[in-house]
């Protein structure tokens, strides 16, 4: 179980207790161990803040492997594109692109595994629907946490419909 101390500075600190009772002879005795949790716990809730950023942006926020294989969608990305979430990871990042956009891809992955952020204009595709969408990206390296070394390409993408209707008017 967890619970709140108060720790010999003054400042409350979460704890996770472990305690089990046994019999030794005609006695009944316990054995506990309390461990401080409140970094790992501050830790997780950041990283649940995190998750809820990436998951409701308005914006197409994607991971693929270095090999162009998806390793995450969010749900801006899995509506426009009607994927549902066992789906994520059959996927390529050429699913979501015009093919006439190939090389401009290809390109982009090769400056970010180099480690540059890149922003090009490309346009999307809805394959179901037949629809051209026409999106600004921005690519991104990840790092491994332990080291320097790029293990996935970032993107966001902004889907440029409703500010080109807007330029329109």
Known sequence: FELVVLGLDGK????????RSFKFGDEMMSIGMARDITRRSAAEKRLQF?????????????????AGRVLFLNA?????????????????????FHPQEAAKISEAA????????????????????????????????IRAADSDKIIAIAAIARDLRESLRTEGM
């Open 12 to 19: 409350e600190r979460l704890v996770h207790v472990n305690a």
């Open 50 to 66: 995190l998750a809820s950023i990436l998951e409701n942006s308005a914006d197409l926020l994607t991971a693929t492997d270095p």
């Open 110 to 141: 090769a400056r970010v595994m180099q480690g540059d952020d890149v922003l090009i204009e490309v346009t999307l595709r809805r394959i179901r629907h037949e629809e051209e969408i026409p999106a600004q990206l921005h690519c991104f390296p």
């Open 76 to 96: 801006a990305a899995r509506r426009l594109f009607e994927i549902g979430d066992q789906d994520v990871q059959t996927l390529t990042a050429d699913y979501f």
